[in-house]
């Protein structure tokens, strides 16, 4: 059963929901995830059947896109930064709300663990808060924009928000998940003029050159440094690190120009080690983010506007399964055979 929304929260059928790494990693329980039962899902898109008495921008019949949870309150939110908010594991990983309670119960009255990333979206209809419900036009495809609110942005904000690539730029990209090819067309969108993909995938390299790239490289087969230093005899100025990974890490700071600026985003399976003597004359600036930098209520309307303009072609990541396949979903997700799943879970004209 789903209680009807709080004060400050939203009711909203769900449409559709992506699967993004981070569902899988609570799933396996390998960061500080929820306890089992658990209802997750945090990519979802829908339509607003019902609202608490203290949401005044959103009304019943709009469309949204779900994205992360914050307070809004604290010093780090009204710094502009919530997606650094202290109160960002509680009310993404917690498993509840901020107070502890829920809002799904079985019939006998016991809890459900809930509100996973103030949504819970793997469901027909979720409870979320005023905060991270973004109202998005009705004129664009809402089954295909759920991934805005966690993965897209996460790519795409690397470059525009936090690097602030410009025009003539050059920039490299480390892994090409969904998360690294919404970096990548974001970077082919800024007119970066150089856009490196690092992959061991060459099917996924070659999509990288139709995305935009302008040059790939197989770690697998090739020596990363070296190639970038073939491609860009002073180094690289710009780079975005979706793996984690201590190698492919180093290789491209050993080959960045000086005060090249590194990104973050990789979950780290061991602790990072760099090579710091090499990089002390260097004036590198290496940053770990969260949802690229992103205010999501400003940032996914610009992304929307940006796909309607042509210039970032999200949908092209994109497979659709239908919410009973769910497992299928994930299981192309995990082999690499679908960049982005998206389950197509509610009905909805236009
Ligand atoms: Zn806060
Ligand atoms: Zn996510």
Redesign the pocket.
């Known amino acids: 059963m789903l209680d009807p929304p709080k004060s400050e929260e939203v009711l909203v059928r769900i449409i559709a929901t992506g699967i993004c790494h981070t569902d899988l990693v609570a799933r396996d329980y390998v960061m500080g995830s929820p306890n089992f039962p658990v209802i997750l899902g945090h990519e979802g898109s829908g339509i607003i059947e019902s609202v608490g008495e203290d949401v005044h921008h959103l009304k019943v019949g709009d469309h949204v896109v779900l994205s992360y949870g914050?307070?809004?309150?604290?010093e780090?939110?009204?710094n502009g930064t919530?997606q650094y908010?202290?109160?960002?594991f509680t009310r993404n990983f917690s498993g509840g709300r901020v107070d502890g309670s829920h809002s799904h119960h079985y019939h006998d009255g016991k809890a459900i663990n809930d509100n996973f990333f103030s949504q819970s979206s793997f469901a027909t209809y979720a409870i979320a808060h005023k905060n991270n419900v973004i109202a998005v036009p009705k004129d664009a495809p809402l089954e295909l924009l759920g991934p805005l609110g966690c993965g897209l942005q996460t790519g795409a904000g690397a470059i525009i928000n936090s690097l602030r690539v410009r025009v003539g730029s050059s920039v490299i990209i480390t892994g090409t998940g969904a998360v690294g090819l919404a970096a990548l067309m974001a970077a082919k969108a800024t007119s970066a003029t150089t856009i490196i993909a690092v992959d061991i995938n060459d099917e996924r390299l070659a999509f990288a050159m139709e995305l935009g790239a302008t040059h790939t490289i197989n770690s697998l087969s090739e020596n990363v440094s070296q190639r970038i230093l073939e491609i860009l005899p002073k180094g690289v100025q710009y780079a975005v690190d979706t793996t984690g990974r201590n190698e492919v890490i180093n290789s491209v700071l050993s080959s960045m120009r000086p005060t090249g600026e590194m990104i973050c985003i990789g979950v780290a399976q061991k602790p990072l080690a760099l090579e710091t003597n090499i990089f002390l004359t260097k004036g590198y600036k290496i940053k770990f983010i969260n949802q690229g930098d992103s205010v999501s209520a400003e940032f996914i309307p610009k992304l929307i506007k940006m796909y309607q303009n042509g210039q970032f072609p999200f949908d092209k990541l994109i497979k659709k399964y239908s919410f009973e396949d769910i497992n299928q979903a994930v299981e192309d997700s995990e082999k690499g055979r679908t960049i982005k799943s998206v389950l197509l879970i509610g009905e909805y004209g236009n």
């Open positions: 914050f307070c809004g309150e604290c780090i939110c009204r919530p908010c202290y109160e960002f």
